[in-house]
């Protein structure tokens, strides 16, 4: 997991404003399967917005369960929806350079 400064955050911030959430976290919560899509579509888009419909009152630990599950990001949690980031393992689906904001 890379510890994110303020710039990385903020720059992170605003290339999430206009994403949509890819992955929906329902009644059930996070599974094996939820945590497998996520690193899926993390792995692709490096950055990424995961909604929460229930369990909204536990989401600060559901979130805290899939960042250190996948070995992500934390960007940040609006209202109802988590941002992480985790660097693409794979050099033709790295598309964002944080390091320049060191």
């Not at 888009?45 to 909204?56: R, V």
């Not at 989401?59 to 980031?85: E, H, R």
């Amino acid at each position: 997991m890379i510890k994110l400064n303020s710039k990385q955050i903020k720059y992170l911030k605003s290339l999430s404003h206009h994403l949509k959430p890819i992955v929906t976290i329902g009644k059930d919560g996070v599974n094996d399967g939820v945590i497998e899509s996520i690193s899926q579509v993390l792995e692709k888009n490096e950055l990424i917005k995961i909604k929460f419909n229930k369990n909204k009152s536990s989401k600060d630990d559901l979130s805290n369960q899939i960042i250190t599950s996948i070995d992500c990001s934390k960007v940040s949690i609006i209202g109802n929806t988590l941002i992480i980031f985790k660097k693409s393992s794979n050099m033709k689906y790295r598309q964002i350079n944080i390091n320049k904001l060191s």
